[in-house]
């Protein structure tokens, strides 16, 4: 009987090879058809001659297309007016930051219990005489003094006055500037590492040699080292036009420390400073990855920390010029590979061996990384439902005729329908009448009850025996209840929450969140959702956010094109919580947290469930390349008004009850520089 079941399997597979070979052909003959008239249009005399026509044609639809992108005239018009309220709160961030005379005394005169020695390491090479005084003169005006500049000068004999600079700066730094001429250049790596070699510092700071310093940076970093015990520090960063750190380009406002972020997109960067004791006795730079070796610096230290400290303030003004990295990667393109490098031999440590890295078109340095699915998990889809026939049958129809992953069941739990329709559609699904399923079949548990799908051939044969169980749930509607229910009868190893309004757009959706989700470190996993006008619905949820101040969704209604505030919807990233409208979790971590609470019977649920996970010091993801249509609350409606909007504001405030202590630290993945009254990452406005 066995040795027939491998036959039959056998025959299957061999089937779908076959049917995927013929596929590949009839594309290839389509292809070469469709070249040959392109070729014939091509060579006409006629085409040639129009060519300056279509041209413009061509200019105005790009203009027309990039009017779609910022969502129409509306979206035009709020990008215009964000732009203006960020120059407007760019003004808090410049030298008005800095400490008055008062304020720099108090710092100045600060004794801590650990006074530590930071020392500062600048490669320098062939430096522009202004910005080599300036970057002196940042770390000479520090408001703490326990400071130590080494500088390592590969520079060559035009750029002599290098030396000349650094050595008047010495001479009055009473000791704490260190110079030493290089007999060559060894590139940012080599000339780092001469400068570790001079350092005598329990910290290392690393500073580039045409940027500027905040006064208070390290004051800042040493009152985190002894609060925080910190052994690794960053803080904000913006880059800067010519000569004015008040001409801002772009400010940078972080995350804290989040891994997956990390090895997606080097957004730690600058002003790194870490205790010596990380380097374990290794190398500072390698010289293998010139180009982004802070990345890789960054990735093994971070590695080491026992305590990760993010300053959030903007702190660190790098210099954008002809030459620099800040002014385009494309000045440096090796560094593309070399970051690509680094993030391979990262992941390669920490037990990965076979994955993907590959650029986005946020930035070639901003990475998609796809990870090897152990195994294969079966995965249990767990899709509330009350009538809505058409929602149900749009979201279970995307599900089998898009998905490319096969080893899934889908658990419908039926709570209170009332129209034939739905009956019709759940007999459909099953393949035999569902109310004598209900009686013949039905294991009951609290007057719920749960029938199977018999027939192989639902859907045009897609549905195997079983792979379709309907779940009744008598009693009054409660989110949390009713997916806890359909989650207690699930047969997989994760449970994939799903609402019934949604759609599937993305083939391989299911891949892209079990690959984080099958991570030891990980506890639920989101897909980026849109509206039907391609929106956005859902890219990741931020507790504190919005009106009720309990929890929120950023990058709300922007274009489906948007990169994301410094290219956030280009990458997978760590996130406090996601939706449950899509979210995959292990069943023994859905379980073992115990599952939904049901206290929240309507909203906050799935946030809280996250806030669980995270309490287990697990991590949410969010990843941007499982995507899905949400019609949302079409199914119950809205929370807007009457007995729907009491219900909201009851079940925010035994949210914020809750969670208190973790509302009062703010969310670790939203800079708390963003105002919590908007969802498109604007500034605080200092006094508003």
Same mark, same amino acid.
């Given at each position: 009987m066995q040795e027939l079941d491998y036959k039959e399997a056998y025959q299957q597979e061999h089937l779908k090879c076959a049917d995927l070979a013929a596929r590949v052909a009839e594309l290839e003959s389509k292809n070469e058809e469709l070249t040959w008239k392109l070729n014939r249009i091509k060579n006409n005399p006629l085409w040639k001659l129009s060519k300056p026509l279509r041209n413009v044609m061509h200019w105005l639809i790009r203009q027309k297309d990039r009017l779609a992108n910022c969502g129409g005239i509306k979206g035009v018009l709020h990008k215009l007016a964000y732009k203006k309220r960020e120059r407007e709160a760019m003004k808090q961030f410049g030298t008005e930051s800095f400490p008055d005379e008062a304020q720099r005394e108090l710092e100045r005169e600060t004794v801590f219990p650990r006074m530590v020695k930071i020392s500062i390491l600048v490669p320098l090479w062939n430096n522009q005489r202004e910005f080599q005084i300036e970057m002196l003169e940042s770390v000479m005006n /520090?408001?703490?003094?326990?400071?130590?500049? @080494?500088?390592?000068?590969?520079? =060559?004999?035009?750029?002599?006055?290098?030396?000349?600079? @650094?050595?008047?700066?010495?001479?009055?730094?009473?000791? *704490?500037?260190?110079?030493?001429?290089?007999?060559?250049?060894?590139?940012?790596?080599? %000339?780092t590492n001469? @400068?570790?070699?001079?350092?005598?510092?329990?910290?290392?700071?690393?500073?580039? /040699?045409?940027?500027?310093?905040?006064?208070?940076?390290?004051?800042?970093?040493?009152?985190?080292?002894?609060? /925080?015990?910190?052994?690794?520090?960053?803080?904000?960063?913006?880059?800067?036009?010519?000569?004015?750190?008040?001409?801002?380009?772009?400010?940078?406002?972080?995350?804290? !420390?989040?891994? =997956?972020?990390? +090895?997606? %997109?080097?957004?730690? @960067?600058? !002003?790194?400073?870490?205790?010596?004791?990380?380097?374990?006795?290794?190398?500072? !730079?390698?010289?293998?990855?010139?180009?982004?070796?802070?990345?890789?610096?960054?990735?093994?230290?971070?590695?080491?920390?026992?305590?990760?400290?993010?300053?959030? +303030?903007?702190?660190?003004?790098?210099?954008?010029?002809?030459?620099?990295?800040?002014?385009?990667?494309?000045?440096?393109?090796?560094?593309i590979e070399a970051a690509k490098g680094a993030v391979g031999e990262h992941l390669r440590k920490h037990g990965y061996d076979h994955f993907q890295i590959i650029s986005t078109r946020a930035f070639e340095t901003i990475f998609r990384i796809r990870y090897q699915i152990i195994g294969n998990p079966k995965i249990s889809i767990v899709i509330a439902n009350k009538d809505h026939k058409e929602d149900l049958r749009r979201c279970i129809t995307s599900i089998f005729e898009k998905s490319t992953y096969d080893n899934f069941e889908v658990i419908i739990v039926e709570n209170n329908s009332t129209t034939p329709e739905i009956i019709e559609y759940y007999d459909q699904l099953l393949g035999y009448s569902y109310q004598e399923g209900i009686k013949k079949f039905t294991v009951c548990k609290n007057d719920a009850g749960v029938v199977r799908s018999k027939n192989s051939n639902i859907l045009g044969g897609k549905v195997a025996n079983g792979q379709v169980a309907i779940v009744t749930y008598k009693g009054e509607f409660n989110y949390s209840a009713v997916n806890n229910l359909g989650a207690a009868y699930a047969q997989g190893e994760y449970i994939l929450l799903l609402n019934n309004d949604t759609e599937v757009i993305t083939v391989n959706w299911m891949e892209e969140l079990l690959m984080y989700a099958q991570r030891e470190d990980v506890g639920a996993v989101g897909a980026k959702l849109f509206y039907p006008d391609k929106t956005i619905q859902h890219a990741g949820v931020v507790i504190g956010l919005g009106a009720h101040r309990t929890a929120g969704h950023t990058h709300y209604k922007q274009h489906r094109q948007n990169l994301g505030y410094m290219g956030r919807l280009c990458y997978t990233q760590n996130v406090t919580a996601v939706t449950g409208a899509c979210l995959l979790v292990k069943k023994s971590l859905f379980d073992e947290v115990g599952g939904l609470d049901e206290g929240f019977a309507i909203s906050l649920n799935d946030v809280d469930l996250c806030l669980k996970l995270r309490e287990k010091e697990l991590l949410n993801v969010f990843t941007p390349f499982a995507e899905l249509y949400h019609y949302e609350s079409i199914s119950r409606g809205l929370d807007d008004a009457g007995e729907k909007a009491e219900r909201y504001n009851r079940e925010s405030e035994k949210f914020r009850?809750?969670?208190?202590?973790?509302?009062?630290?703010?969310?670790?993945?939203? %800079?708390?520089? !963003?105002?919590?009254? *908007?969802?498109?990452?604007?500034?605080?406005?200092?006094?508003?």
């Open positions: /520090q408001t703490y003094e326990n400071w130590e500049l @080494c500088l390592a000068d590969g520079s =060559d004999a035009e750029h002599s006055y290098i030396e000349e600079i @650094c050595r008047e700066y010495a001479a009055k730094a009473d000791g *704490r500037i260190v110079y030493k001429r290089l007999p060559k250049n060894g590139g940012i790596a080599g %000339n001469e @400068c570790l070699k001079l350092a005598t510092g329990e910290y290392i700071g690393l500073f580039d /040699q045409d940027d500027v310093l905040h006064p208070s940076v390290l004051y800042e970093y040493v009152k985190a080292i002894n609060e /925080q015990g910190a052994d690794y520090l960053y803080c904000d960063e913006t880059t800067f036009k010519g000569n004015n750190i008040n001409k801002m380009l772009t400010m940078h406002f972080k995350p804290d !420390f989040a891994p =997956d972020n990390l +090895r997606a %997109n080097n957004y730690i @960067c600058h !002003f790194s400073v870490f205790s010596r004791e990380l380097l374990d006795g290794n190398e500072l !730079f390698r010289t293998k990855f010139d180009g982004s070796q802070d990345h890789d610096m960054i990735l093994r230290l971070t590695d080491n920390a026992k305590k990760i400290v993010h300053v959030p +303030r903007l702190m660190y003004y790098w210099r954008s010029h002809a030459g620099s990295v800040a002014s385009g990667i494309d000045a440096k393109p090796y560094a009850k809750k969670w208190k202590a973790a509302l009062e630290k703010g969310d670790p993945y939203y %800079n708390p520089n !963003f105002s919590l009254d *908007r969802s498109d990452f604007s500034l605080k406005i200092s006094g508003k």
